[in-house]
């Protein structure tokens, strides 16, 4: 029986990745031996209601399970299949994983989760309303905050209702559990995971994807970008749109063809798959939503095309959706080892 399935934005399918064989990225030098892929997770229920989030456990929304396959679809049109994905222990990186994973036809793959990327603590602010933080302390504030290297919010109490250690998945690590993180103090943590665990399997010829949240990826970004402490600030990460590399033999990011970093952020060597204009777009809206106190509209809500998050990438013309129909019977997709080697726990 054949099985359709119907893509959520307006791109085409590509041809299947031939046998034994992975597709390229469709912008970047071929000619280099790793591949790694970072992904935000989708909209949770805080990002929703604008709420600082940090460790708390909040599900997708139905328009973050759309982010997620949407991202999954991105992935399989531009070719890419993975060996193994990693995710932190909250829900909203494993259940976009597992979303983006069907899109991909890949659910059969590890998927490693580990606190060490779980997102950086936001202390006190957990649970906060961001614009109504800005407007008790300002923008400049909150902004160090959010993106300064090594300024932590204030840190909660061990009585906050959103305190981490009532949670029994930290309950061996009880003493350990931040109260407050700055990115510093995020790096310090998600480089432990990437020493030990991401650079080994990108060195065995694993193509890898990274399932996070924004400031653990902006720290692994940080470090494989080599931004500096005072660039740092400017780097934000939209919500599902997945960040490509190629890696040289030394782990560092390949230059795009063009040579040039991405229009989004301007840092970056990456490749955004939803384009830098969607990305620029998408980032503009974000920044709106917790900043500027003008605007009362809740801008994650609206429906407005100028500020949905999904406008320039999930709405299919007319003709695209006709067109977007496909049969994976006989398909011949990379075919990832799925009998890998046992990995040790890293602490």
Request: hydrophobic fraction near 35%; proline fraction near 6%; aromatic fraction near 8%.
């Amino acid at each position: 029986m054949k099985a359709a399935r119907t893509l959520l934005h307006g791109s085409l399918p590509q041809a299947p990745v031939a046998r034994g064989q992975k597709a390229s990225f469709t912008s970047l030098n071929q000619d280099t031996p790793y591949q790694l892929c970072f992904l935000r997770h989708g909209q949770s229920t805080w990002n929703r209601d604008n709420r600082f989030i940090g460790w708390t456990d909040t599900p997708l929304t139905d328009d973050g399970v759309l982010e997620a396959r949407v991202a999954g679809q991105m992935m399989f049109n531009a070719g890419i299949r993975f060996d193994e994905v990693h995710t932190s222990l909250l829900r909203r990186t494993i259940r976009t994983a597992n979303l983006a994973l069907m899109e991909l036809g890949q659910e059969y793959l590890p998927v490693y989760k580990h606190w060490r990327l779980n997102e950086r603590s936001y202390g006190d602010l957990v649970g906060k309303n961001k614009k109504e933080v800005v407007s008790q302390f300002g923008v400049d504030q909150v902004k160090r905050w959010r993106r300064s290297y090594d300024e932590p919010p204030p840190p909660m109490t061990r009585d906050h209702p959103y305190y981490p250690g009532k949670d029994p998945r930290y309950r061996e690590m009880l003493n350990s559990i931040p109260e407050s993180e700055s990115l510093h103090d995020t790096m310090k943590r998600s480089s432990v995971y990437w020493d030990e665990v991401i650079a080994p399997s990108l060195r065995d010829g694993k193509t890898v994807l990274i399932v996070g949240h924004e400031n653990n990826l902006r720290s692994l970004i940080m470090r494989l970008e080599d931004i500096g402490k005072e660039d740092i600030i400017n780097l934000c990460l939209p919500r599902a749109v997945p960040l490509a590399y190629r890696l040289d033999e030394n782990l560092k990011p390949v230059a795009r063809q063009d040579g040039k970093l991405d229009e989004a952020t301007g840092y970056l060597r990456g490749e955004w798959l939803g384009g830098d204009k969607a990305v620029r777009d998408i980032l503009q809206r974000d920044r709106q939503q917790v900043y500027d106190t003008r605007i009362t509209t809740n801008l994650e809500m609206s429906g407005k095309d100028a500020f949905h998050k999904l406008y320039n990438i999930s709405r299919p013309s007319p003709e695209a959706q006709a067109a977007s129909s496909r049969s994976f019977e006989g398909s011949s997709f990379f075919e990832a080892e799925i009998d890998r080697p046992g990995r040790s726990e890293v602490a």
